[in-house]
C-alpha cells in the first residue's frame, strides 16, 4: 500500500461549482503538506503549503489538514475552466529530503 | 525571479545509451531533488542533493546517478536506458530541503527511449 493515498478521478464540475480534492496517508511522522497543480505536458506548479493540523486559504483555494485522521483536502470555490488540470498532493517524509506524492486527480471544470 | 530551468526539454535516445539532464535551480537555493513521472507511478523519488552531497536515495537502480556542483546546478545520468525508463523527469528546488520548506518544480524533461 503506497504511504499517499489519491482518488485519480477524473473529476467532472461544471465551471462555478465548489470541487473538493482529498488525500489520506498511513505515516503519521508527515507533518507538512503541499498542493501541486499540474498542467498538461508541464511541471507542478506549488498551490498550497500547509503545516498540521487546520485551515489555510488563499483566494479561491483553501487546504486543509486533518491529522487525526490522516486526511488532507484542496477545495476551489468558483470552479473556472482555468482549474482544469491535475492536482496531486504532496507531503515530506520522516527523513525530510523527500516528497511523497499521491497519484494525483484529474479534474475537468466545463463552461 | 527566474524559476526552475530544466534542459532540454525533450529528448528520445536508443535502448542501451546514457543520458544526462541538467536543473538550475532557483537563485539561492542550495537543495536540488529529482523525481520521475510515470503515468503508472506518479511522481517518485530519484535523489536529492545539497551543497554537493548526496542526502537521500529513492529506490532506483544503480543505472540512475546525479551530481551538484559549487553554483547548486544539478545533473542527472541515467546509463544502460531501458524502455521503461520513458517518463518525464523533474526537477525540485528549495532552500535548505528539509520540512518546512517549500519545493518549486521546473518544467521537467520528457526522455522517449526507443
Known amino acids: 500500500q503506497k504511504e499517499v493515498e489519491q482518488d485519480p478521478g477524473p473529476l467532472s464540475v461544471p465551471e462555478g461549482a465548489i470541487v473538493s480534492l482529498n488525500c489520506t496517508y498511513s505515516n503519521s511522522a508527515f507533518q507538512y503538506f503541499m498542493w501541486y497543480r499540474q498542467y498538461s505536458r508541464k511541471g507542478p506548479e506549488l498551490l498550497m503549503y500547509?503545516?498540521?493540523?487546520g485551515n489555510k486559504e488563499d483566494g479561491r483555494f483553501t487546504a486543509q489538514v486533518d491529522k487525526s485522521s490522516k486526511y488532507i483536502s484542496l477545495f476551489i470555490r468558483d470552479s473556472q475552466p482555468s482549474d482544469s488540470a491535475t492536482y496531486l498532493c504532496a507531503m515530506f517524509s520522516n527523513s525530510g529530503y523527500a516528497l511523497n506524492f499521491g497519484k494525483g486527480t484529474s479534474l475537468l471544470v466545463t463552461p | 525571479k527566474a524559476g526552475v530551468t530544466q534542459t532540454p526539454r525533450y529528448l528520445i535516445k536508443t535502448r542501451g545509451q546514457q543520458v544526462t539532464l541538467s536543473c538550475s535551480p532557483i537563485s539561492g537555493h542550495r537543495s536540488v531533488s529529482w523525481y520521475q513521472q510515470t503515468p503508472g507511478q506518479g511522481l517518485q523519488f530519484l535523489f536529492e542533493y545539497f551543497s554537493e552531497t548526496q542526502r537521500n536515495k529513492g529506490n532506483f537502480p544503480g543505472r540512475f546517478s546525479g551530481r551538484q556542483f559549487s553554483n547548486s546546478r544539478s545533473e542527472m545520468n541515467v546509463s544502460t536506458l531501458e524502455l521503461g525508463d520513458s517518463a518525464l523527469y523533474l526537477c525540485a528546488s528549495s532552500l535548505v530541503g528539509t520540512q518546512g520548506t517549500e519545493a518549486f518544480f521546473g518544467q521537467g524533461t520528457r526522455l522517449t527511449v526507443v
Open positions: 500547509t503545516y498540521s493540523s
